[in-house]
């Protein structure tokens, strides 16, 4: 949830989502202006359009969901008449609700932030260049709009510098990945989540992992608690490589996707990968974002999500729920 003060900005709702981020999003800026040289002079800048801005204190709820009919294909140009939204089973007004296509027009599409969480570990050293070309197509299809951070992990966890639409910036860190160490799979995701929890727009985690975590300091139950509480939807690939011992995560994988309202890939092959990645990256094109403003004031208690859409034969998929919890109102 989100004590936030939200203002809109701009004549898309680019602004609007990246208000909807967690209020500790909101540092205070301790450090002295920088003097900087006198520019040169530069040509006029081309008049912007004046921006239309609104400005409310609210406690703001903010959903990603995901609607397909029984094929699995999307579900396309739902308007809010075609939702009802609950939160522990009593309805809510949706306030917004923008669906983030990448067709039509381009300024009206909602942006990404995704990081990608890759094993490295010395497992992976026989499928580490298939791994590589499928997170390469992945990172290729992303929108103008989007933005990535990608996260290694053997028996430390390294992340990239910060979220980037560099496609070439990411093609090197995705090169110089190597197979060696153990599995932090767990410390890798919570890492994850602590990078991504204060970004803009919508957010998503896409975890590979071949094998079991062995090297972690984080534990698989307080992984997925911290999830539930940080706005990411997740989509977790387990691939039962040299690394998997026994029953491997599949369970946790599966279920730190179905609590956040991502989904969880188990491909037999690894030239499978191209295909996962894709299937993932078209989903991400095809979100709905909504938010709504609770009836009832925070209270620190978990609270269920749940969106039906008034169509026959859809299914949808959005996160289990959040924990209502009460912020201090920061002084104007």
Do not use: C
């Amino acid at each position: 949830m989100t004590r936030t003060r939200v203002a809109v900005l701009g004549v898309t709702a680019l602004a609007l989502v990246a208000s909807l981020a967690p209020a500790r999003a909101q540092q205070p800026s301790g450090a002295a202006p920088q003097a900087s040289p006198t520019p040169s002079p530069q040509p006029a800048p081309t008049p912007a359009i004046k921006p239309f801005t609104l400005e409310v204190t609210v406690d703001v709820v903010s959903v990603t969901a995901v609607v397909f009919d029984k094929a699995g294909h999307p579900v396309r140009g739902l308007t809010p008449k075609d939702v009802d939204l609950y939160e522990n089973g009593v309805k809510q007004q949706v306030s917004y609700f923008r669906e983030a296509s990448s067709l039509g027009d381009p300024s009206e599409r909602v942006p990404l932030s995704v990081v990608l969480v890759l094993d490295n570990s010395g497992s992976m050293r026989p499928n580490m260049s298939f791994l590589q070309e499928a997170v390469l197509s992945f990172v290729y299809k992303l929108e103008d709009v989007d933005t990535a951070l990608l996260v290694s992990f053997n028996d430390t966890v390294k992340g990239s510098a910060e979220f980037t639409g560099d496609t070439d910036r990411l093609e090197r860190f995705v090169e110089s990945m190597q197979a060696w160490g153990g599995t932090s799979l767990y410390d890798a995701i919570h890492y994850s989540l602590e990078r991504i929890k204060d970004a803009p727009g919508r957010k998503a985690l896409v975890v590979f992992t071949d094998g079991d975590d062995t090297t972690s300091q984080m534990v698989d139950k307080d992984v997925v608690e911290y999830a539930r509480m940080v706005e990411a939807t997740v989509y977790t690939i387990g691939f039962r490589g040299m690394g998997f011992m026994g029953s491997g995560p599949k369970g946790f994988l599966r279920k730190i996707a179905t609590e956040t309202g991502g989904q969880y890939f188990a491909p037999d092959k690894i030239g499978e990968l191209i295909k996962v990645f894709n299937a993932i990256s078209n989903e991400l094109k095809n979100h709905y974002l909504l938010a709504y403003t609770p009836t009832h004031e925070p209270d620190g208690t978990w609270r269920e999500i749940a969106l039906k859409v008034n169509r026959p034969d859809t299914e949808v998929r959005v996160r289990k729920g959040y924990f209502s919890v009460k912020r201090r109102r920061q002084a104007d």
